[in-house]
């Protein structure tokens, strides 16, 4: 990668310092939004844990750079300015929600909806999963998601993604996630291997792989687990059919 | 009240003549100008948001202002407590109350009891950083009922009274109105008040801007953006043999503190909400010596309580003051 020139340097500085001038705009969007998710009934039942955070500067210029870099190599322009980078770029705020089961997941997907329209949340874009897995797609895409895939950077990224704005009028934007526990650890150590740089090392990539498809077996085996303690806590002959 | 969010704000001018130093005449101010502005043939709401009553006091006998205050919690109260108290009781929207007409001027009495809404409007103020509606609905509540009776009586400038303080009372009027006058007295502790008035005007605009763009679609909201209309130095005095050194160095520093205390600190929030042709004096008012105690007495203008040369002077000053408001507050 060239190294950017003082003009990109510069467009980066004046980015990176419009969002710090905005940093607490998307702080108090964080906080309202956390406090009315763990005050919503209908969604506390099935979240296992809450957390957000507003994006270190550092990492936003980090990926200025790589956006610029990526635009550069592709020979197409580096579009950002300071009017649109609160619009397209979605994750300046981030609350991710952790739960435990995936058929906790269309009860969370129904109680985000419910609240985004009780509270009067305008959707910025339709939500989307992420997915390598067939069987989650499948699950996913019938639950009405649709199905990002990044054919550039493959990955064994599992998660829903929502994107809201608090109004018609305003930039500011929230990216709300939704994963499993399970899922939350292949991406954490993905992260830390990962970010912002890709790991050098190959035994490590290819164990993150493993990971990636033990995560999976485990997700199905805490699902099982569920589906198990359910059924059989119901009255005797009205288990329900396990091979679903 | 039938509709306290009202999605259009009334054409009304809201202007407050705020500084949190007490002493710098702001009633005295508040009252002579709206008299001007009527004798210019525009009609004015007056609103004592201020829990002394001061306003209410300079208008209203002191008989007849006991009996309203004894009676505001009542059905029949006719204050700002009155109207207010449902919002602060938690109990719904404000209650449309009529402003008492005296002399053509409008005016929604104040009452002591409006310091009770101070603590609730702490609370709306952390609400609607929650993006609570009940917290935007409630930092708006005195705005809504002022639209009202704003429109109801086809008002074309609302004066705000206002205590000397920062508290949050000044704090949601000061971010309902379209304009600020900064009275100024000439000495050192009110040159020196100018600081902490700038920057807590821009505290309010910074943090507000933030609610606003957090605030749910067609909510009413405090439009939260004051702009400096200018300033009034008085209350110099004039001595005989003194005249140029006692006020005429206290002048030069309240122009230059005020632009640079003031001014260039809402300035650096945005630039339109100090324009540099509006960091200028609207008028100078000479200390009212006992001229103000004889228009509190009789609640008339103060050019219409002293001798024929103090009048037409006073009437001069506080014309061409209401003129130069018409003229900014387009």
Known sequence: ?244 | MADSSPSKRHKARRIAIYNHKGGVGKTTLTVNIAYALTELGKKVLLVDSDPQCNLTSYLIDASVVDDMLDSSETSKGKTLWSAIKPVADGMGEARLIEPAEINQLFLLPGDILLSKFEQDLYHFWSESFLRRVRGYRGTAALSALVNEVAAKHEIDYVFYDSGPNIGPLNRAILLDCDYFIVPAACDAFSIRAFKTLGQTLADWVRDWSTAISLAPDNVYLLPGRPVMMGYIPQRFRVYADDVAASYSAFLSRIDKRISADVGATLRAVDKSLAPLEYQSRLGLVKDFGRLATLGQEQGLPIWDVGNTYENERYKTIFHGIAKKIIGRAH
């Open chain 1, 1 to 244: 990668m060239s190294q950017p020139s003082a003009k990109e340097r510069r467009l980066v500085r004046d980015l990176v310092s419009h969002y710090e001038k905005n940093r607490r705009t998307f702080a108090s969007f964080l906080v309202s939004l956390h406090e009315q998710i763990t005050s919503s009934g209908k969604l506390t039942p099935h979240i296992h844990s809450i957390k957000s955070r507003t994006k270190e500067p550092s990492h936003l210029e980090d990926k200025l750079y790589r956006k610029l870099a990526e635009a550069k190599e592709r020979n197409r322009r580096f579009t950002l300015t300071k009017d649109n980078l609160f619009l397209k770029v979605n994750d300046l705020a981030g609350l991710r929600i952790l739960h435990l089961n995936t058929d906790q997941l269309p009860l969370i997907a129904k109680g985000l909806d419910d609240l985004f329209e009780e509270e009067s949340y305008m959707r910025f874009e339709k939500p989307s999963a992420r997915t390598w897995d067939d069987e989650s797609r499948a699950l996913l895409s019938g639950m009405g998601f649709t199905i990002k895939s990044r054919p550039s950077r493959p990955s064994f990224y599992t998660s829903i993604h929502y994107v809201i704005k608090p109004n018609k009028k305003t930039q500011y934007t929230c990216e709300i996630q939704v994963r499993t526990l399970m899922e939350e650890v292949w991406a954490e150590v993905d992260h830390t291997l990962n970010y912002p740089h890709r790991t050098p090392i190959l035994a490590c990539s290819e164990q993150l792989a493993a990971l990636a498809r033990a995560t999976s077996t485990c997700s199905r085996l805490v699902d099982s687990i569920f589906r198990s303690h359910v059924d059989l806590a119901r009255p005797a002959g009205r288990t329900r059919n396990a091979g679903k």
